[in-house]
């Protein structure tokens, strides 16, 4: 599998001078990542942590303190017919505490890269990037099981083109590869390699609102074998841009998903995002997501899940920032011995204080509650971490 996920990144490399954009959670109601000054800029960090439930459990809660770092690197160049960013983290966590059985070091890592450029004034191509090696579920992206299991990898890769064939109509054609492959062997049936391709046509009926009507065909292989399906997406929606820094979309209609192990299937789809900046002090970005999902649970072949989450960024004074963001999934798996339901809500915020100009003070305060009709799936976790960051 881990061979197959290299494609992913060698597909971005082929596609350097071409590019694409997002699809998915990964590009719901995001920013415009070209509109930042500093062409380079470097973050290090370090700091302390206390985790109330290390090991997920629901009966058998470890609590455990910790040691973090952090290394972030960001380039963004280019002018207005190219224009690309690349970016890298690295964080290393070390428990004090650890549980037995569990590893006391765990790392994530991650490399994202995103390019735009303009042919011509009808002719556009995109390419977005993002691969990572992560320990932790990542509820912004949506793509691992919903409670941390063992580390795995993620890969993720969008091409498009998009071209106006007159002032009103326009087409865009994509392809997404994405993938996964956990460490752990009782996890290594849910490994997956998917491949998306997309043809929206768009109609701007006025300067603010786009009508769009969508197509996609996806393809998803299982290293069991077991979960193989193929499906089509037939979809309408609307794109619609309130003022120059705040836009929504949505999406609407049908999935069609046809199991190599479990029939043909037909399930509403519904996605939709909403975004706005406002005098580079406040960003707002809400997302929805409403469909058939992988299944992530060995003996289910179906589950229909509803995702939903907001982030705010605010920017209080020169020296202080703060952030808050919540997450609910709501998860229905069918096809197993017993269909159950999970219930999965996630709350952050932090509070960053520039100390000096280039040094930062970050502190930080999650909670994830998880409510299920498997009782031993059940947990509570509260994680605090306090530490300082210097920027270059």
């Known amino acids: 599998m881990k061979r197959k996920l290299s494609l992913i990144s060698a597909c ?23 509109e930042k000054k500093l062409p380079f800029s470097v973050n290090v960090g370090l700091g302390a942590g206390w985790d109330s439930n290390v090991n997920v459990s629901a009966t058998d809660e470890k609590s455990s303190s910790s040691i973090q770092g952090k290394l972030e690197a ?4 280019g002018d207005r017919r190219t224009s690309y960013s690349v970016g890298i983290s690295y964080n290393p966590f070390f428990y004090i505490d650890a549980p037995e059985g569990m590893d006391e070091f765990q790392q994530s890592a991650s490399i994202n890269f995103a390019l735009r450029h303009r042919v011509n004034p009808r002719l556009t191509i995109t390419d977005n990037l993002y691969f990572a090696y992560e320990y932790e579920p990542n509820y912004q992206i949506g793509a691992s099981v919903g409670r941390r299991t063992q580390p795995y990898i993620y890969g993720y890769n969008n091409l498009g083109v998009a071209y106006a064939w007159t002032k009103r109509f326009s087409t865009v054609t994509g392809y997404t590869i994405s993938g996964i492959d956990y460490d752990s062997g009782s996890e290594s049936g849910e490994n997956y390699l998917s491949h998306l391709f997309s043809q929206d046509f768009r109609y701007a009926f006025t300067k603010t609102a786009t009508g769009v009507v969508t197509y996609r065909y996806g393809m998803t292989e299982y290293d069991n074998n077991f979960g193989d399906y193929t499906s089509q997406y037939f979809l309408a929606g609307l794109d619609y841009a309130f003022s120059r820094r705040t836009s929504g979309s949505f999406r609407a209609g049908a999935e069609v998903r046809d199991r190599d192990n479990g029939g043909n299937t037909t399930n509403p789809y519904i996605e939709a995002s909403f975004s706005q900046s406002v005098a580079k002090q406040t960003y707002l970005r809400w997302y929805g997501r409403y469909g058939f999902e992988d299944a992530d649970i060995g003996n289910s072949t179906e589950r229909t899940s509803i995702r939903t989450g907001v982030s705010l960024q605010q920017r209080f004074t020169n020296r202080l920032s703060g952030n808050i963001g919540a997450n609910y999934i709501h998860d229905e798996f069918e096809g197993g011995h017993q269909p159950f339901n999970d219930d999965i809500i996630e709350v952050s915020l932090g509070l960053d204080f520039a100390v000096y100009r280039n040094l930062v003070l970050n502190t930080g305060y999650s909670f994830t509650t998880t409510s299920s009709g498997v009782p031993e799936r059940e947990y509570d976790r509260h994680i605090l971490s306090l530490g300082m960051t210097a920027k270059f």
């Not at 082929?14 to 699809?23: E, I, L, N």
């Not at 960001?74 to 160049?77: E, H, S």
Request: proline content about 0%.
């Open 12 to 34: 971005s490399v082929v596609v350097f001078c071409s590019g694409a954009h997002g699809q998915g959670l990964l590009s719901l109601g995001q920013r415009d990542e070209f």
């Open 74 to 77: 960001q380039y963004n160049t």
